[in-house]
């Protein structure tokens, strides 16, 4: 874990002459280890178990610590391979949501309380497979981003708030094997066992910020946010770059398909049966016979030889396919170009993203909170680059307002940023009249 400097940690350039210099200061001694309060408990996979734990945690009081483990990197789904909660009052609970059928008797407990987690989106999804929705929720990583701490993983909050150090040596591991062995469970289990904690102390912060309300908004936010859908996934083909010609774009895609039907098939992550530098080495070489393609350099993988076949299959089609049906160079979208385009396409536009971009860095900057958190770049693209029609002030003000909150812009983001992009839509008007 890299140090985390903090404005305590500062020292002015005028030192008191008599302390100790920077080479002789003793070094500040390591954070207490986190460990468990409760022991570590059973693994719930039995409806006797699930039940009795929920009661204990319908016994408990306050808001519900909440963590989800995926098999990222070994399984194609992204499903929850446990899930742990922690209440005050009620303790720790490791459930295996693979041994059920239905997690509804645990939803029903949770219902109307609180959850905490640390980077929602991520295991929101998960939960929801498993048929667990919050009806509220505190966001930890998201609290610290809008406190404008500037490290918000779960380890680093951990050590910099409560001044206590989390193991995360287990973070990357196979979540699916069982049985699962003891010291993952215990590392599962700690990454709720200061959840709650932590969440106090983040609220505190941002009622002393005055950020208290923001951080209201953008929780709500989250209860509905659903992971967007990727158009043309394939186009994230590590290395890709090097593929020249619209013919190597379809055979990436026309491999990447494939692959992606083999893993989805057998829920292993599609890097296992073969990996994109492969799919790259195959693009660029084309071949279509089984020995050529086997022999090519770069092409390999687990699968390479089991479903050479298929690879072959995607190769001949992208050969032969008609130029019409060739991918274009660049992805389709419903946005705005990319911005280095604009200046080029729009000068004008190209001036109201500089200005406001400018002027959101010293927004950002005076409330302590990252640019993309006050606003996400695509919404201030999106308006930026087709911009209401009218240019009378007021107006305009009401359109802008109108158009961020149609593009799913939460209240207080609008009130900040509506009127750097007024000034902006304004001043660049303005300059190219002049």
């Not at 239905?102 to 219902?111: D, G, M």
């Not at 050590?159 to 215990?186: F, M, N, V, Y």
């Not at 020995?291 to 770069?298: K, M, N, Q, V």
């Not at 919404?379 to 009378?392: M, N, Q």
Request: overall charge negative.
């Amino acid at each position: 874990m890299d140090p985390v400097t903090t404005p305590e940690d500062t020292t002015a350039d005028t030192q008191d002459p008599s302390g100790p210099d920077a080479e002789g200061a003793p070094e500040a001694p390591p954070a207490e280890l986190l460990t468990l309060r409760d022991g570590l408990p059973e693994v719930i996979d039995t409806d006797a178990g699930l039940a009795e734990a929920c009661a204990a945690i319908a016994g408990g009081t306050g808001p519900v610590a909440i963590d989800a483990e995926r098999a990222s990197g070994y399984r194609y789904s992204a499903r929850a391979y446990l899930v742990q909660l922690r209440r005050e009052g009620s303790g720790t609970f490791l459930v295996d949501p693979i041994a059920f059928d239905s997690l509804e008797e645990l939803q029903e407990v949770l219902r109307g309380t609180e959850w905490i987690l640390h980077a929602a989106t991520q295991d929101l999804p998960c939960l929801r497979e498993v048929g667990l929705r919050p009806d509220a929720l505190f966001d930890t990583e998201l609290a610290g981003r809008l406190l404008g701490h500037p490290r918000v993983g779960l380890a680093t909050l951990v050590e910099t708030q409560l001044g206590k150090r989390l193991r995360k040596e287990h973070s990357a591991q196979d979540w699916s094997t069982r049985p699962l062995p003891e010291p993952w469970l215990e590392y599962a289990a700690l990454d709720v066992e200061a959840l709650v904690e932590l969440r106090a102390v983040l609220a505190d912060q941002l009622e002393e910020a005055g950020k208290a309300e923001w951080a209201r908004q953008e929780f709500e936010a989250l209860l509905d946010h659903q992971a967007p859908v990727r158009v043309d996934a394939w186009r994230r083909t590590s290395g890709m770059h090097k593929v020249r010609g619209r013919r190597g774009l379809a055979a990436v895609r026309e491999l990447w398909l494939r692959r992606d039907e083999v893993a989805a098939s057998r829920d292993v992550t599609p890097g296992r049966i073969i990996p994109d530098s492969a799919i790259v080495a195959a693009a660029q070489a084309l071949p279509t016979e089984r020995r050529a393609l086997l022999s090519t350099p770069g092409f390999h993988g687990r699968g390479a030889s089991r479903y050479a076949s298929r690879w072959v299959e995607a190769l001949r089609l992208a050969v032969e396919m008609d130029e019409a049906d060739l991918p274009p160079r660049s992805p389709r979208s419903d946005g705005p170009p990319l911005p280095r385009a604009w200046a080029e396409r729009d000068p004008v536009a190209a001036e109201r993203l500089s200005l406001a971009r400018a002027e959101l860095a010293g927004l950002a900057e005076a409330h302590a909170v990252p640019t993309e958190n006050l606003m996400t770049p695509d919404l201030v693209r999106r308006v930026l680059w087709e911009p209401p029609a009218t240019r009378d002030p007021e107006q305009l003000a009401v359109e802008v307002d109108a158009a961020l909150r149609r593009l799913g812009a939460r209240a207080w983001q609008v009130e900040l940023v509506a009127p750097v992009l007024v000034r902006a839509v304004l001043a660049a008007e303005a300059s190219t009249d002049d």
